[in-house]
């Protein structure tokens, strides 16, 4: 792929990180998934109806945490149990249905992140501090705990990873399970989800290796490899080979889809401002 | 646990909320900024309510105002926050951090099992995951059990049998039915493991019209029901009220200040009475959501 853009995609150049980062975690997506993304999560929220929209119409899409099937949001608000997120939907589960389902594998995908993530991409969203005294008591799990364990593969990602301190070597307090605990592998504690597939961050893109370990795979232009050594706590390994274009310019019609979802920009309170700045498809353009 | 026979279950709400003692097992209704029994909530707080133990799954203003006016001492639930809207939960944050509130986080999937169990009468039930998390640890009632058909080791916890369910319906009846739009979240569960379910609705409706409605949570379940419109402000109740941002940033600010900031609120928001605090906060504006989706953007800016 170029980052080059012709004179005719000059539309094409004028979109911002957030918009592409929402269409990264878009297009972890496969067509042929049921798909679930946690609450306080605008990004994954708004990546999923994306992907419905676009590449992935036949993707069972739950909804948060209104648990209603394939809704078409009249927009995405703040607060993830909102009717606006369901108000003509067909079908709403009931909680105990979307939990049954996802613990016995029904689901395919789950978006996760956290206060802290580890190169195995567990999570920590409990304390930062650790418990039973946290420095910074953050919000908590809901269901990770369990569903991660065994939905069948996992988007992690993070719009915070530049701070330096989310991906981390050690987590303060482990909520959701990557590919390894202190206790062992996924396989040693039975676990039959597959973990973690994709890190996704505002500076690139990371799969998982052979030992279950984050391997950085695609950059966003504007960022090198020197920017992510400087900010992740983890052993950085690296195998830059695109990440099957997931950080590839948003084509039109993903684009579109994003302003259509979130005309709130609701998926923007997730950045720091200086991220929000940044037009990643101009960086690499002739002019 | 047995029903709760007999015809009229009205009370006022001061009467619901005094069914609920010091140091009870509570379980709070709705989720997220929805449907929450706040004005259970805030009678709680007006009649001192102290070392309540909550349980329930994820949760907002209810919790952090029930701590931030002294009244918890456990908190089990799987998540308290304002979302990426309005951020971390001031009041909870700081509790943790002192260790004057007991915070047990809890998992979703792993109350709904601890709910069943309590519902279905056994003494313990599997769980899927929780092995090799931290949260683990933070509960010594969890043990691991080697299952005797596949040789698994699975993490196993304890019914959860709330000594009340505190919960907040759009429409109920005299004898206590209730009717509920979805996500019913854990309201359901919740019903049928506790002891008792004390309810507040926006509107008390003669039975036929109930039923018309639909019926999701029966009386019989049901200990009391207070009538207090507008009972889930400044949480949402569709189709009356959606969520009202800017008293939730308001809380926000004076739970973040603490001190004389919270104390204010409480004074203005909490003790007094509901139609005096009804008549203050304004809750019509927030009907215009059904006027037309501009409107209905308009509440979230």
């Not at chain 1, 592998?185 to 597939?197: D, F, K, W």
Request: net charge negative.
């Amino acid at each position: 792929m170029s980052w080059a853009l012709d004179a005719g995609h000059a539309a094409q150049r004028s979109w911002t990180l957030d918009e592409a980062f929402v269409v990264a975690l878009a297009r972890t997506i496969r067509d042929t998934e049921a798909v679930f993304h946690g609450f306080a999560s605008p990004c994954a929220q708004v990546a999923m109806h994306v992907a419905k929209r676009t590449h992935a119409p036949d993707c069972l899409l739950i909804e948060g945490a209104t648990y209603a099937v394939d809704p078409v949001p009249v927009f995405v608000p703040p607060t993830g149990n909102d009717l606006a997120l369901h108000r003509d939907a067909v079908y709403r589960m009931r909680f105990e249905e979307f939990f049954d389902a996802a613990c016995r594998g029904a689901v395919d995908r789950m978006f996760l992140s956290g206060g802290q993530i580890d190169g195995y991409g567990s999570t920590n969203v409990t304390a930062i501090g650790g418990m039973p005294h946290p420095k910074i008591k953050l919000g908590g799990g809901g269901g990770g705990g369990n569903i991660s364990a065994s939905i069948g593969a996992l988007t992690v990602w993070t719009s915070r990873h530049r701070a330096g301190r989310t991906l981390v070597a050690d987590l303060d307090f482990l909520t959701d399970l990557g590919h390894r605990t202190r206790e062992g592998s996924r396989a040693e504690l039975g676990y039959t989800g597959g973990g973690p597939q994709w890190l996704v961050t505002e500076l690139g893109a990371f799969d998982f290796d052979g030992d279950g370990h984050a391997r950085l795979r695609a950059l966003w232009p504007d960022v090198d490899v020197d920017d992510v050594a400087a900010a992740t706590g983890f052993e950085l390994r690296v195998a830059l080979d695109g990440a099957d274009g997931l950080l590839d310019p948003p084509s039109p019609a993903e684009l579109a889809a994003v302003r259509a979802v979130d005309p709130l920009g609701v998926r923007r309170s997730e950045f720091a401002e200086v991220e929000l700045a940044r037009t990643p498809g101009l960086s690499g353009v002739a002019r | 646990m047995s029903f709760h026979l007999g015809g009229d279950k009205r009370a006022s709400l001061a009467e619901a909320a005094a069914r609920v003692g010091d140091g009870a097992l509570v379980a709070l209704g709705g989720g997220l900024c929805a449907r929450l029994p706040m004005a259970l909530v805030r009678e709680m707080v007006r009649q001192g309510r102290r070392d309540l133990h909550l349980v329930g799954s994820a949760h907002s203003i209810d919790v952090d105002l029930l701590i931030a006016a002294g009244a918890v001492g456990v908190c089990e639930e799987s998540y308290v926050g304002f979302e990426q809207d309005l951020g971390l939960a001031p009041a909870f944050r700081r509790a943790a951090r002192d260790g004057s509130v007991e915070v047990r986080e809890s998992c979703c999937a792993t109350v709904l099992a601890q709910l069943r169990a309590a519902e279905a009468g056994v003494p313990f039930l599997p769980v899927r995951g929780i092995k090799g998390t931290d949260v683990e640890g933070l509960h010594p009632e969890y043990a691991r059990m080697t299952c005797p058909f596949t040789g698994e080791e699975l993490v196993v916890v304890p019914p959860l049998r709330p000594d009340v369910a505190l919960l907040h319906a759009p429409l109920g009846d005299a004898h206590g039915n209730l009717h509920l739009d979805q996500p019913f979240v854990l309201d359901e569960r919740f019903a049928h493991a506790s002891v008792a379910v004390v309810a507040t609705v926006d509107r008390i409706v003669p039975t036929a019209e109930l039923v018309g409605a639909g019926v999701v949570v029966p009386g019989h379940l049901v200990a009391a029901v207070a009538e207090v419109p507008y009972g889930a402000h400044p949480s949402s109740c569709y189709p009356g009220y959606a969520y009202d941002r800017p008293h939730l940033a308001a809380y926000l600010a004076a739970a973040t200040a603490g001190g004389t900031a919270l104390d204010e609120y409480l004074a203005r928001y909490v003790h007094v009475d509901e139609d005096t605090y009804a008549k203050d906060v304004d809750p019509e504006r927030l009907a215009a959501w059904s006027g037309s989706t501009r409107a209905w953007q308009e509440l979230f800016r």
